[in-house]
């Protein structure tokens, strides 16, 4: 299983961290990626961290802004969202897999990573 939280209602500017916990397998054994669904769009790539390496990747829409990191021992990866915008509101999400085919994770297409995922989390950036 995976699970991402830590969302909530924040304000411009503001900064909130997401976690992506798995159960039952280890995630640093697959390419994680984080990608979100504003109302009314499709799904946008944010960051992807790839088992090799644990190379980061990100839109040039929060590039500058968001950082993915892990943590092996707590089996999470995380998000970290600095200077957020209204335009960031969405519902994240993480997904994982060993090996998303077409180079996925670098160019951050969710459709590609079905090994796992996980329920969102609500990020409202509002003033």
């Known amino acids: 299983q995976l699970q991402a939280f830590g969302g909530g209602l924040v304000q411009p500017g503001d900064s909130l961290r997401l976690s992506c916990s798995g159960s039952g397998f280890s995630l640093d054994e697959y390419d994680i990626i984080w990608f979100r669904q504003a109302q009314g769009k499709e799904r946008e790539g944010v960051s992807c961290i790839s088992r090799d390496y644990r190379t980061t990747y990100y839109a040039d829409s929060v590039k500058g802004r968001f950082t993915s990191s892990s943590d092996n021992a707590r089996n999470a990866v995380y998000l970290q969202m600095n200077d957020l915008k209204p335009k960031d509101t969405a519902v994240y999400y993480c997904?994982?897999?060993?090996?998303?085919?077409?180079?996925?994770?670098?160019?951050?297409?969710?459709?590609?990573?079905?090994?796992?995922r996980g329920q969102g989390t609500l990020v409202t950036v509002s003033s």
């Open positions: 997904a994982a897999d060993r090996l998303p085919s077409f180079g996925g994770c670098r160019r951050l297409k969710p459709g590609l990573f079905n090994d796992y």
